[in-house]
């Protein structure tokens, strides 16, 4: 075979591949590894990027931005490669402006946004359910949980609309699905959005800037850093930029990987993009009907980011944190901003234009998207909005090899059936990728967590005399996971006692009357009178 | 440019590339057209096979096989092609065996099971209520139906949950499910399902097989020959088979479509492959994001069709038609079958293994799958069953350049903001596919619907003079249909009137109560004398 040859194959050079790549060739130095890339640049879905600013220039993230201190694997990953992070600005009012274009704009310091007592008490409730339904879920195995059938049945949104008493509530978390995927909550699994939660230690810790959770802390420098180093440390010889990945073939003897223009033969090969990525090489033999349906069935989020940056963080001299909570209108395409002033001292804000509404404003200009942005800021944060140095923003659906941000998503009925696809391996090739994580999937975090997992995996296959036995055992257990436990045999269960009940009430009631009129009067009298007595008739 | 040049290629032989090809070519006989093709044969989803049979070798379809009057596009080709259909047998008792293994097997010889009376009012009511929504919805603008986002943001499995009173009506609703789309209730949007109700004329239609519904008639000699003669018609050489198009690229002077061994350019595309398939091929400069999301978001069904050739129809003669309905179970892989006899008096059964049941079956051996469906046939129509000549069976899933079957499903939440996507062109690529059929979308005709749809649009763009003035109007509708309007300033509306009610009232209620504990006991007394002149109190 004239095809160079290597121990691993390494499809994607992001968090995970690029994690994977140094797990590897620390635990066995003499291993091949090569990494092939689509894109013209590491570090997939974050990328840093030099914008001009108050004092010449500096760098923004123009993809993932935040890491937390619960997010072990990133932590760690930060301190071995000597990054620094700093606080999430938080300090001062926050704007919050939901009920449509003509609702009061309203501030508030505290965490929440001031509530009506039945929309806190809607709040709570909520969170306390989905905190509650989460807890009992098996990352490794959320079908096994109590009602998983039952709650991957539905979207999100019908779950919303059986247990969310008010409209603010349901305008709120409708907002906050937006953020957190870039998609609708008529367009995601409840048992997903359970798993994801669950991931993250909680709903909570999703959506903060408090201590533990996603909106934590920044890098120093950005995020794409952490790639590069990582780079750098696996030599840029082993990885192929502007490679895509066209086809893998599988032999008894090895796999064959091919590129436009290359053919590469390795032991094994580890796909680290995202599903539907990874849904567009050709497969041969192909996958089986299991995995095939999973990645026809996990669509990725839409999302804008936005940065603009400031001579003076004007925001703060008004007593503004910079955070804007918004509902999409026709005026206001971002459903959410913050502070994003850089650790120099540069000024900035960064935004949001998430889901549906960036679908509807991707058809639009740039210029009209950044007039339409400055428009809202100059709304909610004062006229010194207007008097920007720079506008730049990133809409990851038109980025070759990536397609959106940020992250894949399971829609009704897949995960039940489909689940354990995810992560077993198909002959030579592993998954990896941060839709494979069980501790913060579909954050950096997690996409590191995968690609060591996934590292494992191949050591066990490769030289498994490096591992440990507690390593061994780690990467058999992805491997030896099994088909979900069906009983097709047991009719599932629904009680319509209650409908039975109502029924033969009626019936019986209505027969009764017909049977003998006069009770109808003498019901009315004595209905009324036990009503007369509490005050209910008029 | 060295590529071979034409004015249109097409890819995918199946009936809607080979109907739009010949349609090209009727209208202008000087077009160069060309078909790309990755299977080794024309046909897509129809495959007639030869196999052994009483007499001989006969001739049965392990594809797509039945054709209904009402079903016009497809009538109309079999007419002109000389072709000839019979009907579907089904004379006799059918057996009925819902409610796992261990329920009573039951026959009957209407066109329904016999039901308990709440039974059958929630089966009438059920399809009242989808036939009534369905008939008010456009297949042109599905979005613009009066409640179309509330249906599109649940699983028609949720609408199964709030409408339907009996767990036998859902176990029915959910095979039914499963035989037509290869899926569960769970995995397809509500919306979606009335769509497809819509373009059949009904649910009632796509069950049957009384005149006009889809299992009405079957075509003597299989129906791939539709395909065959379309083939022989456009000319072989204009198809190349073992041909996928891997990418196509489009720029101001045309397009260019590649195979892997051939690359040729052209001044249109009909890429006729269903929606999975086609967000296989690399689209340089990529499609438009809402197009990306569209078809990562309607994966396609799983079914496994099996045929067992006799000696004897053993079953006519022990007064069976041959359709059996049975809920899966570990014993029983398949969902439904029918009479297979052929034209030439070869007894066979036809039958199919569907939905999640598919996916769990495909994982045995193909001698595992044919003793069960021996075994169930034995059970439910006699011990003849076990003396068959011939069991063949195709899984849809694993056919290359396939994936599955019947049909591509919209997933919740993606109609209602990407079915623009659907059919509308982007640039030189249009689409065509049963997908993106308005009459009878997932069959045969709406297969050739689509490519004359697709076919009118290129010759409006090619040679507008060989159109009349209706063939005009017609192609420019589908390239003109806008994105749908949202307002995203109006609030869903949602009355939380009986939720503040009861809240309101228990309130009072026991404000009441504890302002005056007496009138507790005083209630009881009441309550209890008035519930014991009807006899309710023991």
Redesign the interface.
């Known amino acids: 075979m004239s095809a160079r040859s290597y121990d691993v194959v390494i499809v994607g050079a992001g968090l995970s591949g690029l994690s994977a790549a140094r797990h590897l060739l620390k635990k066995n130095s003499s291993l091949r590894v090569l990494l092939l890339e689509g894109k013209d640049r590491v570090g997939g879905r974050t990328m840093s990027s030099k914008l001009p600013a108050a004092q010449g220039k500096d760098v923004w993230d123009l993809g993932g931005q935040w890491v937390g201190s619960s997010q072990m694997y990133v932590m760690d990953l930060i301190r071995e490669l000597g990054l620094e992070t700093y606080p999430q600005y938080t300090a001062g009012k926050k704007v919050y402006h939901m009920?449509?274009?003509r609702a009061k704009v309203r501030t508030y310091t505290n965490s929440l946004p001031s509530m009506s007592l039945l929309t806190l008490l809607d709040l709570k409730h909520f969170q306390w359910q989905i905190d509650r339904m989460s807890q009992s879920l098996s990352m490794e195995d959320p079908t096994s949980a109590p009602r998983a059938?039952e709650y991957?049945?539905?979207?999100l949104?019908?779950y919303m609309?059986k247990k969310i008493?008010?409209?603010s509530l349901?305008?709120d978390i409708e907002l906050c699905t937006r953020s957190l995927f870039g998609?609708?909550?008529?367009?995601?699994s409840f048992l997903y959005f359970l798993m994801y939660c669950r991931a993250a230690g909680g709903i909570l810790h999703l959506l903060e800037t408090t201590p533990g959770s996603a909106q934590e802390s920044r890098i120093k420098g950005g995020t794409q850093q952490l790639s590069e180093k990582l780079a750098d440390q696996i030599g840029r010889e082993n990885i192929h930029l502007n490679s895509a990945v066209?086809e893998i073939q599988q032999g008894p003897e090895g796999a064959v990987v091919r590129t436009r223009l290359d053919t590469f033969s390795c032991r094994a090969v580890i796909v680290t993009c995202p599903p539907?990525l990874a849904?567009?090489i050709?497969y041969v033999p192909?996958l089986?009907?299991?995995r095939?349906?999973l990645t026809?069935?996990?669509?990725?989020g839409?999302m804008i980011k936005f940065i603009v940056t400031y001579r003076t963080a004007f925001w703060r001299t008004n007593g503004f944190s910079g955070e804007i909570v918004v509902?999409?209108?026709?005026d206001c395409p971002f459903c959410i901003t913050f502070d994003a002033t850089s650790p120099r001292g540069n000024p900035g804000l960064v935004g949001f234009i998430s889901g549906?509404?960036?679908?509807?404003w991707?058809?639009k200009t740039v210029e009209d998207r950044r007039d339409a942005v400055i428009q809202s800021l100059v709304k909610y944060l004062g006229p010194e909005a207007s008097d920007f140095i720079h506008y730049a923003e990133k809409?990851w659906?038109?980025e070759?090899y990536n397609?959106?941000c940020p992250v894949n998503v399971m829609?009704?009925?897949?995960l039940?059936?489909?689940h354990p696809s995810l992560r077993r391996p198909c002959g030579r090739i592993h998954w990896a990728g941060t839709e494979t994580a069980t501790h913060w999937c579909g954050y950096m975090s997690g996409a590191i967590q995968s690609g060591l997992r996934a590292a494992l995996e191949v050591l066990e296959r490769l030289s498994p005399k490096v591992l440990s036995q507690e390593e061994l055992q780690e990467a058999q257990a992805s491997t030896t996971h099994t088909?979900p436990h069906?009983?097709?045999?047991?009719?599932?269960q629904?009680t319509?006692l209650p409908?039975c009940l109502t029924?033969t009430t009626v019936t019986l009631?209505v027969a009764?009357l017909l049977a003998n009129p006069c009770?109808y009067n003498?019901?009315i009298e004595?209905?009324s009178?036990?009503l007369q007595?509490?005050g209910f008739w008029c």
């Open positions: 009920g449509g274009p059938l991957d049945s539905m979207t949104s019908s609309d008493w008010t409209q349901r305008m998609m609708e909550p008529s367009q995601i066209l539907h849904a567009q050709q192909a089986p009907p299991a095939q349906r026809q069935s996990m669509p990725v839409h509902q999409p209108s026709s549906a509404q960036a679908n509807d991707s058809y809409d659906a038109k070759e397609g959106g829609v009704p009925g897949m039940t059936y489909y088909l069906r009983s097709w045999d047991l009719a599932p629904k319509y409908v029924v009631g009764l009770l003498e019901m004595q209905g009178a036990f007595k509490f």
